[in-house]
């Protein structure tokens, strides 16, 4: 089958930076990054049928639940980028997909990689898709953008605390918190001249429950030291964690 092929499965997705992805230094936000990975996977997985439509008859939504990322340096306003995507293997039920991302002249500037769950629109329990060819996830597991698979994070016991109200915007059309606001929430912890002197090398993210209408976000921030920075955030009503995350800088 020619989608079973690597290039059948290898999808490729074209960006323009705008001043709405950019920071007060014309540079690239970390959220419009995991956006444009959102945005290529969304595009692949369309193209390749297992998309928002061709999972929706099934009761099944596409939730991100980790992601890695990894960045050479940052794109700017004005700036061309490609991101090169593919599914790459499926871990029980954790569907994994790598990323590359290449500037205008064809320059990898950063890679990722992900595991997607699918999700009963009705349970919001995890769930297997049926009727995809056995090998269609995993045709693609020994291609990598990032060998070792989206890091699993252990919880923040201590550390500076803030309180979060999430606001109309900040939900999607799965009627929950849309990952690059839980982005967005970390990296507006950080002072204008942190942002001045600093740019995010790697983002790892983990998301273990959906963020509702009506819901509080407690989140703890903490230093280890040599621009690493630990997060988590905590639904305030249930005392359940919603994401713990990790940025160096």
């Known amino acids: 089958m020619e989608t079973l092929s690597e290039k059948g499965l290898t999808s490729y997705s074209e960006f323009r930076v705008t001043s709405a992805d950019t920071d007060m230094y014309a540079r690239v936000r970390l959220g419009a990054v995991v956006n444009y990975l959102i945005q290529s996977a969304i595009d692949s997985a369309d193209r390749l049928g297992f998309g928002y ?5 099934q009761n099944l939504f596409w ?23 593919w599914p790459k ?14 500037d205008g002249n064809g320059i990898i500037v950063g890679r990722g990689t992900s595991g997607w769950l699918a999700v009963d629109l009705a349970t ?28 699993k994070l252990f919880p923040v016991k201590e550390g500076d605390e803030f309180d979060i109200q999430p606001a109309y915007y900040d939900f999607d059309l799965n009627g929950h918190v849309t990952t690059t606001r ?6 507006d912890t950080f002072s204008h001249e942190f942002h001045k002197n600093s740019f995010p090398r790697k983002l790892t993210l983990n998301i273990m429950k959906e963020t509702m209408p009506g819901e509080k976000i407690f989140m ?19 005392n359940t ?7 160096c800088f």
């Not at 439509?53 to 008859?57: A, F, K, L, S």
């Not at 690493?228 to 905590?234: K, P």
């Open 220 to 238: 703890r921030s903490r230093s280890d030291g040599d621009g690493v920075y630990r997060f988590e955030g905590m639904n305030s009503d249930s």
């Open 89 to 102: 293997n499926v871990e029980r039920i954790l569907y994994i997909r790598d990323f590359i991302l290449r």
């Open 124 to 151: 919001r329990r995890m769930k297997k898709i049926d009727g995809i060819h056995a090998g269609f996830f995993d045709h693609l597991k020994d291609k990598h953008a990032i060998a070792d698979p989206p890091e």
């Open 241 to 247: 964690g919603a994401f713990r995350a990790c940025i």
């Open 182 to 187: 839980y982005v967005d929430w970390m990296m």
């Open 63 to 85: 939730v991100l639940s980790r992601l890695t990322v990894e960045l050479e340096q940052p794109l700017k306003w004005y700036e061309k980028l490609e991101v090169e995507t």
């Open 53 to 57: 439509g061709g999972i929706r008859h």
